[in-house]
């Protein structure tokens, strides 16, 4: 007779414990689905040491907006932010997100990417693309683009292109192609110095290091080069030199960018 209530008490107990658990997952799935694009925000800039900025954002992390702002860092100087506002979109799953990117100032139609997770590979495959990006934004990244201030518009185009890392090493199938147009600098008094091409092709098989290729479009600074992407880092050796008749007007720049031997300067990265 004395173990009926203590039977009554747990079976009512019981419900309200189902009750407690269910309201507890709800709202952790709510967080999930509504959280603030400002946790986006916070952790692209720890990421990038806050080189990367997303101001100003809107929405969630799903789903939202913000300025896109350049710098060198913490405490440094001379920001660029992006005109208009940068869109996204994140479609997230269990190995496999997608993600859909849209530039206000620069972009027709919003860049696609499928992001693949695995064990030991990740892997990122982007639709088809073009857009334009002012090059004034390259100077809120710091040295060297600070110095050049360079002008001019930045068009990208990307085809077939997919990246992987695999223990630490990047593959890389397709063409990502960068078309400096126009371009000029505050270390010259030549405008425009001319357009320009870079570049980074991968193999069929993806299984060779990608290769940088940059070449002179039209114009008095004529630039080329070559190099590869090995692991994380880029190898690359080029140079820049004057057309007959400019050498003065470009003197300055070319004793900047590179180190200078006779007319030209050499270029090298890595």
Not at 32 to 52: C, D, F, K, M, Y
Not at 120 to 133: G, K, M, N, V
Not at 155 to 173: F, I, P
Request: aromatic share 6%; net charge positive.
């Amino acid at each position: 007779m004395k173990r009926t209530p203590l039977r009554t008490a747990a079976s009512s107990a019981s419900p309200w414990g189902w009750a407690l658990s269910g309201a507890l997952l709800g709202a952790l799935l709510a967080s999930a689905i509504w959280a603030p694009s400002r946790w986006l925000s916070e952790s692209l800039r720890q990421g990038t040491r806050q080189q990367v900025q997303l101001d100003s954002p809107r929405g969630t992390v799903w789903q939202g907006s913000a300025q896109l702002t350049l710098s060198a860092g913490a405490g440094s100087r001379g920001a660029q932010t992006l005109p208009g506002r940068l869109h996204w979109r994140i479609q997230p799953g269990l190995t496999t997100w997608k993600l859909e990117l849209l530039a206000d100032c620069c972009m027709d139609q919003a860049a696609q990417a499928t992001v693949r997770l695995g064990w030991a590979t990740q892997q990122i495959q982007l639709e088809d693309h073009q857009s334009r990006w002012p090059a004034a934004l390259l100077s809120g990244l710091g040295a060297p683009w600070n110095t050049l201030q360079a002008e001019g518009q930045l068009q990208l185009r990307t085809e077939s292109l997919q990246l992987q890392w695999a223990d630490g090493r990047l593959q890389m199938q397709g063409l990502a192609e960068l078309d400096a147009q126009r371009m000029s600098s505050r270390l010259s008094t030549l405008k425009p110095m001319g357009s320009y091409r870079v570049q980074v092709r991968g193999t069929p098989q993806g299984s060779a290091t990608p290769q940088v290729l940059l070449s002179t479009l039209h114009g008095p600074l004529q630039l080329q080069g070559q190099g590869q992407w090995v692991g994380q880092r880029l190898h690359f050796s080029g140079e820049a030199s004057a057309d007959a008749g400019t050498e003065t007007a470009l003197s300055n720049l070319l004793n900047i960018i590179g180190r200078r031997q006779g007319t030209r300067s050499l270029l090298t990265l890595g």
